[in-house]
């Protein structure tokens, strides 16, 4: 070889080698880094797509670029070294081989170049990430945000999805699972942290492989990485558990497999979780302590079918049911244990625990019990009376409760007084409270009433306008006299007006016709009182099925407005329906009505009822604000034939009426009816007053009725306090022609009590006599009064209770009538307006010449005071097409041709 061409040879090694030691490898290049101060990074100017006002982001933009690559720890190459290598080789930053070119002469690991566009007010900046040396393909990084300002944080953006590039770490390009067969693949894909297209992070993935298997539903669960194009596709592995082919229970003999069944979340078809078998299998345990079996032991043992799936057996040692065997109030000293314990809920066993299900603890009940207990001393006047958590123990031969009590001193109320913004003499305010009564016989002092004369000061000053008023209580205790003294403390602040009243949820119900029932106007002076009574008035009319008034602060502390949000409900019924009683059997009836007709708050319906002794058709029409006035109008058309005991009877007529508020609980109802019927059909051996009015007659009648309702209840609600009276009084003929003349007059008086909880005592009392008016003559038959049967006497047939004719022994009708009920109500189901009764009637009717309470015979020995007296069970249902009602009633006296067993249903009656 000649001597010149081994010198080049070697000269050409030797530079090679030069380059080599200044240039990272390929292999250098391709492996990840751990630090961004290991990697060089050289922006080139931008291609700006948008006005000349923007151009300078040509340069601008790479600078910022630059900055920011700098604050995130990379290395970049300076301006004055980019563009002395672009001059050196005569290249544009605009080609395509200059981004490749300039990071090859800078020593840059990666070249970054790209454009800006603005498009309206959306940035859009398009870079792309080059590897000089063409081992990997230039990787797109793109950021947009909206508006010229956010400019930086589109380039933050853009920084932080191209440093995973910048770092040599992989992308995720695909993400799938492996193995599933009963779950959707999405089970596992919606919860993982990692998204297809971010940088691959070893620490999110061991957090997706945890999470995975979290979930319960894998015996095994891997991720597997595969080298796809452009980064790695990540595989998620698993092994499902068996489904659940079908569930067993073993062992289970005083609680239902189906019960036992119930409380488990696992079910036919899923997948065994563990967690939720824990779940499960604490589920069944609780159920066994609820019913006494507080060592029952629960375990699971699951039996495989092959092809995944097993079943799942529960596995039940259920021991012996513990009762309470002992209860003790420790400590109890000045109160009578005794007395204690009847105010517990938990109860030791007695003879009747079987029955009653009473000994059997209920471990809900304990705190409860430990409050009562602490309220029992306090309002008795152990005013720092402690009772600590009870202590239960579980025994062999059952369960042993301690109540732990510190009594301290009972102290007697000493005297009461008022202090602070009084708008009241101080005597007057005390009137409203009831620890004054105590003050005065020197007994113990009750926090109970402590309570309620905050409540009722505070309702005082409401109701004058002192919205925000507060109550607050302050007791001084002497003991060594063991007495204390209760002072009151007043804040009146400002007195509020009425803003506004906003109406929401009215869907179909007119605006006026809530607001009329309000008590509370735009720019009236707040009122409790007021405010409670709109809402009673809104729940009566029946609208609704939701009412809630709330009070809304307005910014100004002398005003408020009153948000009233209502539900509309239902108001319009069609239905159909077929019944039975005792008296006229097998019956239909069908009915149209409406009660809000057009949202204005009219009311119509069409009835119709057909047996074999009744058929009756009625119209009725109603508006209770006539032309928006407190003027109620209304109107009637009817038809009706009746089969009564010794004659029937077919009346056409019609009636209107007027109703008039003459107070806020009290209404005036006038009205006059016209009527013409006739009476056809009577036995031979009727009563000598039936036969003398057979034939027809025209009845015209007019009525006037002072009635007064200061109940809480109304519709399907359950009242559970107030009064209902009214007197009516009616003449027919004189002045107003017809056939019929007569008077009459009625008094009916009801009241409901809360006995307790939601037990509601009823009381119902009617009082009727007739008489004859100036025309003198005999008192028409369909005014006589006769009892029997639903909204009387229960227990006995229809109008059997009655006066006999002194001739032919039948009934007759009596011109005196007294009527007596006491019920016991309880709402079975509030939601479906259901309600079960216990009752207890007596009534009677006598005719003339027979004083009210007298002992009349009749064919039977007379009962005490004159009375026919029953008792019975029913149950009421306010159902979509009207009131239904199922009694029982049985007769404790003997009555002339009525059995003392009576069943009877009825549609739209009550009383």
Not at 887 to 892: A, S
Request: proline share 3%; hydrophobic share 40%; charged share 25%.
């Amino acid at each position: 070889m000649p001597r010149g061409s081994s010198k080049k040879i070697f000269l050409a090694m030797a530079l090679v080698t030069a380059f080599l030691a200044v240039c990272p490898t390929p292999r250098q290049l391709y492996a990840a880094v751990t630090s961004p101060r290991e990697v060089t990074v050289v922006v080139l100017p931008f291609e700006v797509n948008a006005g000349e006002d923007l151009k300078y982001l040509r340069q601008g933009l790479p600078d910022l670029l630059s900055d920011r690559l700098r604050e995130a720890g990379f290395t970049v190459v300076d301006k004055e070294t980019v563009d002395k290598a672009l001059a050196s080789k005569g290249l544009l930053s605009s080609d395509p081989a200059a981004a490749k070119e300039i990071g090859l002469l800078t020593n840059a690991g990666f070249a970054v170049t790209g454009s800006f566009s603005k498009l309206g007010e959306t940035l859009s900046i398009d870079a792309r990430v080059i590897d000089p040396f063409g081992l990997k393909p230039p990787v797109p990084v793109f950021a947009t945000r909206e508006g010229l300002i956010n400019l930086l944080p589109a380039v933050d953006d853009l920084v932080s999805k191209m440093k995973g590039d910048l770092l040599g770490l992989d992308r995720i390009m695909d993400i799938d699972v492996e193995g599933t067969s009963a779950l959707d693949k999405d089970v596992v894909l919606l919860r993982l942290a990692t998204k297809k297209g971010e940088v691959l992070d070893a620490k999110i993935l061991n957090t997706d492989l945890k999470t995975v298997y979290d979930l319960g539903y894998f015996d095994d669960v891997k991720i597997v990485l595969r080298d796809v194009s452009g980064g790695k596709k990540m595989i998620v592995q698993v092994v499902e558990k068996p489904r659940i082919q079908a569930l067993g229970v073993k062992g289970a003999k005083e609680i239902s497999s189906e019960d036992i069944i119930k409380v488990a979340n696992s079910k036919k078809g899923a997948i065994l979780n563990p967690k939720v078998l824990t779940e499960d299998l604490n589920a069944i345990r609780e159920l066994y302590r609820k019913g006494g079996y507080f060592n029952a032991k629960v375990t699971h043992e699951i039996e495989s079918a092959g092809t995944g799936q097993a079943r799942l057996n529960f596995i039940i040692d259920e021991g012996k049911k513990l009762f309470i065997q002992k209860i003790t109030i420790d400590g109890a000293k000045q109160v009578s244990e005794g007395d204690l314990k009847d105010e517990l809920a938990i109860k030791e066993r007695g003879l009747f625990s079987w029955f009653s299900q009473g000994g059997i603890l209920k471990e809900d009940l304990l705190e409860r019990d430990t409050a009562m207990l602490a309220a029992y001393y306090n309002n008795r006047g152990f005013i720092d009376a402690k009772v600590g958590n009870p202590d239960v123990q579980i025994k062999d031969d059952g369960i042993y409760i301690t109540f732990k009590v510190e009594e301290g001193v009972r102290f007697r109320v000493d005297s009461v007084r008022v202090e602070g913004d009084l708008i009241a003499d101080a005597e007057k305010l005390l009137e409203v409270t009831k620890v004054r009564l105590a003050s005065g016989k020197k007994d113990f002092l009750d926090r109970s009433a402590v309570r309620d004369d905050l409540k009722a000061l505070t309702d005082y000053y409401n109701n004058f306008g002192f919205a925000y008023a507060e109550a607050n209580v302050r007791m001084n205790d002497h003991p060594e006299e063991k007495t204390v003294d209760v002072i009151y403390v007043m804040r009146k602040q400002q007195k509020v007006h009425i803003r506004r009243v906003l109406l929401e949820g009215n869907t179909k119900t007119r605006d006026n016709v809530i607001l009329r029932e309000m008590r509370l106007a735009d720019g009236d002076l707040f009122s409790g009182e007021k405010l409670k009574r709109s809402t009673e008035r809104l729940d009566k009319i029946g609208y609704f099925a939701d009412v809630n008034i709330e009070p809304v602060p307005t910014g100004n502390p002398e005003e408020m407005d009153l948000k009233v949000k209502v539900k509309d409900k239902d108001t319009g019924k069609i239905g159909g329906g077929i019944g039975y009683s005792s008296y006229d059997g097998v019956y239909f009836a069908g009915n149209l009505d409406e009660q809000n007709l057009f949202g204005k708050g009219w009311g119509a319906s069409l009835q119709g009822q057909w047996s074999k002794k009744k058929t009756n058709y009625t119209f009725t029409v109603f508006n209770p604000r006539w032309d928006d006035s407190n003027l109620g109008v209304g109107a009637q058309a009817y038809n009706r034939n009746e089969n009564l005991i010794d004659y029937q009877r077919s009346t056409i007529g019609g009636k209107v009426n007027f109703v008039y508020p003459i107070g806020e609980y009290t209404d005036l109802i006038w009205d006059y009816r016209l009527d013409r019927y006739t009476i056809y059909d009577v036995v031979t051996n009727a009563a000598q007053a039936i036969v003398d009015a057979k034939g027809t007659h025209l009845a015209s009648v007019a009525s006037v009725t002072v009635a007064r309702n200061t109940t809480n209840g109304g519709g399907a609600t359950l009242p559970t306090s107030g009064t209902v009276n009214s007197l009516s009084f009616a003449n027919g003929g004189g002045i107003l022609s017809g056939n019929d003349n007569f008077i009459k007059t009625v008094y009916n008086f009801q009241s409901y009590n809360s006995v307790i909880g939601d037990l509601v005592f009823h009381s119902n009392g009617i009082a009727g006599w007739a008489g004859k008016n100036w025309g003198n003559e005999k008192i028409p038959l369909g005014e006589r009064f006769s009892l029997g049967g639903m909204g009387s006497v229960r227990g006995y047939s229809a109008h059997k209770i009655s006066p006999l004719d002194d001739t032919t022994g039948q009934a007759v009708g009596g011109d005196k009538e007294f009527i007596a009920n006491l019920e016991l109500l309880y709402p079975l189901s509030k939601k479906a307006g259901i309600i079960g009764s216990l009752f207890f009637d007596a009534g009677n009717a006598w005719k003339e010449g027979e004083m009210f309470f007298s002992n009349p015979t009749r064919r039977f020995e007379a009962p005490p005071l004159g009375l026919y007296k029953s008792v019975g069970v029913g149950i009421r249902w306010f159902s979509p097409m009207g009131p239904l009602r199922l009694e029982f009633g049985h007769g404790l006296d003997e009555v002339y041709d009525s059995s003392r067993n009576k069943v009877e249903f009825s549609m739209g009656q009550t009383f």
